[in-house]
Nanobody, 127 residues
Framework: QVQLVESGGGLVQAGDSLRLSCAAS????????MAWFRQAPGKEREFVAA????????TYADSVKGRFTISRDNAKNTVLLQMNSLKPEDTAVYYC????????????????????WGQGTQVTVSS
């Protein structure tokens, strides 16, 4: 089992950058693929980015491709989301999630495939 705690959210202006961090408990962090999802007000939660267990493979939603970068440090049990060129439509609560299933290089995009979730961190981008 793993517990996830997000941090780094805040209020920024359009065009600014922000880095989210997710700290995981437990000694088996490297056995989980990790992902970020987000949920905007009045909308369903959606996939943002995922990274495989060893960090070899990454997958991004089209809406963030080229602007966001997901990375992980298995020695520190941490996954990061670097967000550049932020837009007002990026405003949402961002959630970190862990996937214990899938193959070694899997970067699954469906939230139903993720077993553990953090509480979320708010990101607000003003125009």
């Amino acid at each position: 089992q793993v517990q996830l705690v997000e941090s780094g959210g805040g209020l920024v202006q359009a065009g600014d950058s922000l880095r989210l961090s997710c700290a995981a408990s437990g000694r088996t962090f490297s056995t989980y693929a990790m992902a970020w999802f987000r949920q905007a007000p009045g909308k369903e939660r959606e996939f943002v980015a995922a990274i495989s267990r060893a960090g070899v493979r990454t997958t991004y939603a089209d809406s963030v491709k080229g602007r966001f970068t997901i990375s992980r440090d298995n020695a520190k049990n941490t996954v990061l989301l670097q967000m550049n060129s932020l837009k007002p439509e990026d405003t949402a609560v961002y959630y970190c999630a862990a996937d214990s299933g899938g193959l070694e290089y899997a970067t699954r995009t469906s939230q139903s495939q993720y077993d553990y979730w953090g509480q979320g961190t708010q990101v607000t981008v003003s125009s």
